[in-house]
């Protein structure tokens, strides 16, 4: 069964930086993409940042320049490196990946709170 896991949130001060990190197992299948959603209190889930596996970058405009997404292939792992924070990224951050086996399937993590606040 495929498991996808988030790691790293918390609270953090305006201008600070957190790294998030989201580990997918229990596949054979090739995992073809990656990606960050958000989702704050009142609005529709977002993609922030994505990769796929050729390592082809995607970023929301709002964090261009600012977050930094990363992939470690070899342990089905993707980073979300979060710098100069603003209050407006709080929301809950969840990881999503794309997996081919027969067909190709999505899978999401549970969510990992942010919180940007002085």
């Known amino acids: 069964q495929v498991q996808v896991v988030e790691s790293g949130g918390g609270l953090v001060q305006p201008g600070g930086s957190l790294r998030l990190s989201c580990a997918a197992s229990?596949?054979?299948?090739?995992?073809?993409?990656m990606g960050w959603y958000r989702q704050a209190p009142g609005k529709q889930r977002e993609l922030v940042a994505s990769i796929t596996s050729g390592g082809s970058t995607n970023y929301e405009d709002s964090v261009k320049g600012r977050f930094i997404i990363s992939r470690d292939n070899a342990k089905n792992t993707v980073y979300l490196q979060m710098n100069s924070l603003k209050p407006e990224d709080t929301a809950v951050y969840y990881c999503?990946?794309?997996?081919?086996?027969?067909?190709?399937?999505?899978?999401w993590g549970q969510g990992t709170q942010v919180t940007v606040s002085s």
């Open positions: 999503n990946a794309r997996i081919v086996t027969m067909v190709l399937r999505e899978y």
């Open positions: 229990g596949s054979t299948g090739t995992i073809t993409f």
